[in-house]
């Protein structure tokens, strides 16, 4: 049963919106899929993401966005992964992100975006997808 | 791809920014394969010192133990700032999915970005016997990277969970008020492992009564344990100062103690390696396949079966 080992994924908000439905919800399907969550919350830093995410040894970071700070978080959580050497965590987004602000995201380095009224089974299907084929340092 | 462990153990012992990655690899190698412990321990030389003091924090949902384990951290980044500090929180997997969704982290955020506060969490997965191995394991780590003092957070309710607190130099089981009457505290399970019952939300209605009942129900238990009781609010940070005098007064376990429990966590890491082996060769092994049916119908002994599995010892690797 240790062949396949359960990916960890680290959820979490950043920016000051508290609203964790979408953030909760996406927890509870990567759970139901057999992923191991780590969750940390609402209103945190990209600096504690990372922190958390180098910590916890995670293949992807799922950060849920309703505010709009999209770039300006996105860029930061990216510039720290790539000081720590760790550019092999993904990471993707959920929430309110424009549709024409996501080819920008992706060239930034964003795996996968999720938003509003998009099913289950694709969101798990699209990151377990991405994760496979992300060339993992990871044992 | 297998890193070497050599190399990541040399990795976590730097000061960079791949040290905390290393570590955090290390556990998760410890943590998937823990029969590779002895692996580890070849790496890391025996000179590799162990966490000083490991504190096994235990109680129901609700009790408040990632709260606990927050403020507890707090006083200890307060009394010694020199000093790291690790915590392993334990949460439970889906035994349906397999999956988990593990949440401790969320109460101890402010110590999220602290170089000297080092948190992992783990899923139960459903081991018998591997969950303690696989925590044994993240707290060698630990020490690798110099944890001084290192919480094991776990949901008190299954056999396990329990096991893994006994881990631990000193268990502390969390109560709190309005989780049930006296006789709740009669039951056999929780308070027999704790050698500090502490009692959390002490700011709320009925802790003073709660802990009017614990100290009577320690004086009916027989025996020569002997276990003391605190009152604190993890909410509030009150009642820590004491709380921490009376850890430190305590101590680890003696070091005969703990050289017994290193050569049981060898002796586990064999057991574990080779039930590996054994469920390998069982599903792929045509003649031992056949054995095994043999014995489920009654027609032959299961002797005969386990000297062919200790016999000869030519095992794929895991």
Redesign the interface.
Known sequence: M??S??H?ILIGKAGLDGHDRGAKYV??I????????????IR??P??LV??A????VAAIGISLLSGAHFTVVSRVIELLK????TDILVFLGGIVPESDIPRLREMGVACVFGPGISARVIVETLLDAIEKTP???? | MTISLETLVGQARGNDAVATRAAAKLMSVLENEPQRLPEFLRAAGAETPQPRLILGITGAPGAGKSTFSDALIGEYRRRAPAQKIGVIAVDPSSPFSGGAVLGDRVRMMRHATDPHVFVRSLASRGQLGGLTLGVKGVLRVMGLIGADVVLIETLGVGQSEVDVARVADIVMVLLSPGQGDSVQLLKAGLMEVGDIIVINKADRAGADELHRQVLGALKLQQGTAKRSVALVSSTEKSGFEELLNRIEDHGALHPQRRRENDIGDIREAILEAARRRIIVRLKTEPTLHAALERVARGGEDAESLVQLLLKDGDAPST
């Open positions: 240790h062949a080992s359960p960890r927890a509870h990567l759970r139901d899929a057999g992923l191991e969550v780590i969750y940390t919350g945190r830093t600096e504690e922190a958390v180098l910590q916890e040894d000081e720590n050497d760790a993992h340092s990871s044992l």
